[in-house]
C-alpha cells in the first residue's frame, strides 16, 4: 500500500472513483457514436478518467458490470485497466474473489502477476473460505509488490445477516478482522500493511471499533454518498496521519452528468472536487 498512500498525498485526496458502467445510463451521444459495446465501454470510462485522474489517487473498476457484457467487456476492462495506469493512477479490480487454495492461486495470477492481461495494483477478496484460500492471494500480492482488501463489513443493508452473528462473545466480522491481524502475512516494514478491509460507510460504530482492531489496514469504503455514509460520519476510519482510508463513490461520480449538463468529463470533476472538499475537513481530525 505504500504506493497508493504515496499517490493519497501527492493528491491531497482519499477518494478512488468506481466506474461501474451501466450502458442504458449512457449519454445519447456515447450510445449514438457507435453500436459496439466496447467502444460505448472504452468511451465512458476515458471520459470519467480524464476528468478525474489528477484529483485522486486511485479509480477502481468493479468487474461484475464488464463481464455482463461478455467478451467485449472483458477486453474494455483490460484497457481500461492499461489506461489508468498509464496515468500514473492506482487500480483496484473490486472482484471478491474466494475458492478453494489451487483455485485462488489461479485467480491470484490473473490479477497479481506481472504482464497478465487484468493486472492490477490491488483486488478485493472473500475471505470466508479460510487462510488456505487467503494466502494464495497474499503470497503473490507480496511477492509482486501489489495490495488486498479483505470484506470484513460491508456496506450493504443485509450485511448484518450473517457478519453481525455473535460467536464466541464476538461478532463474525471481529473474528474476521482479528484473524487477519494475527496473520504473518499482515506485518510489514511500512506504516501501513499491504493487507487491507473493506469496511462500509454505513457503519460508521463499527468503522470506529475497527479502525482500533486493525490500525495498520488502509480501508476500502463504499457507500458514501449513494447509500448514506457522508464525510462526517467516516472521520474515524482515518488513521492519526490522515490517512489509512481510501472513500469509494460510483454512482455519485460517474453519473454526476444526469444532474450537471457539462458532460462526463466536466461532472465527473466537480463531483470529486466536491467530495474531497467533504473529505479532507474531517480526515485530519
Not at 56 to 82: H, M, N, T, W
Not at 233 to 238: G, N, P, S
Not at 263 to 272: C, K, N, P, Y
Amino acid at each position: 500500500m505504500r504506493r497508493l498512500i504515496q499517490k493519497m498525498k501527492e493528491k491531497g485526496s482519499a477518494v478512488v472513483v468506481g466506474i461501474d458502467p451501466v450502458i442504458e445510463r449512457f449519454p445519447p451521444e456515447i450510445l449514438a457514436a457507435s453500436p459496439r459495446t466496447y467502444d460505448r465501454l472504452m468511451a465512458f470510462g476515458t471520459e470519467v478518467m480524464a476528468g478525474v485522474w489528477d484529483l485522486v489517487p486511485a479509480v477502481k473498476f468493479q468487474s461484475a458490470y464488464f463481464e455482463a457484457c461478455g467478451l467485449e467487456g472483458l477486453r474494455a476492462l483490460g484497457d481500461l485497466i492499461r489506461l489508468g495506469r498509464d496515468k500514473g493512477l492506482f487500480v483496484i479490480n473490486d472482484v471478491k474473489r474466494g475458492d478453494i487454495g489451487s483455485t485462488a492461486a489461479a485467480y491470484a495470477r490473473a490479477y497479481l502477476s506481472p504482464g497478465a492481461d487484468f493486472e492490477v495494483d490491488a483486488i478485493t477478496i472473500n475471505p470466508y473460505l479460510g487462510d488456505d484460500s487467503n494466502e494464495a492471494f497474499y503470497r503473490l500480492a507480496k511477492e509482486n509488490d501489489k495490495g488486498i482488501f479483505l470484506l470484513v463489513k460491508t456496506s450493504n443493508p443485509s450485511s448484518g445477516q450473517l457478519q453481525d452473528l455473535e460467536i464466541q462473545g464476538k461478532t463474525l466480522y471481529d473474528h474476521v478482522a482479528e484473524n487477519l491481524k494475527n496473520n504473518p502475512y499482515y506485518e510489514s516494514r511500512e506504516d501501513y500493511s499491504f493487507i487491507g478491509a473493506v469496511v462500509g460507510a454505513t457503519y460508521p460504530r463499527q468503522l470506529k471499533s475497527l479502525r482500533r482492531a486493525l490500525p495498520r489496514s488502509v480501508f476500502l469504503i463504499p457507500g458514501y454518498g449513494a447509500q448514506g455514509g457522508g464525510g462526517e460520519d467516516l472521520k474515524v476510519a482515518f488513521g492519526p496521519d490522515g490517512f489509512g482510508a481510501l472513500v469509494n463513490s460510483s454512482r455519485g461520480i460517474i453519473y454526476a452528468y444526469e444532474k450537471n449538463p457539462a458532460g462526463i468529463r466536466q461532472a465527473s470533476r466537480e463531483a470529486v472536487i466536491a467530495m474531497n472538499q467533504d473529505l479532507n475537513q474531517w480526515r485530519m481530525k
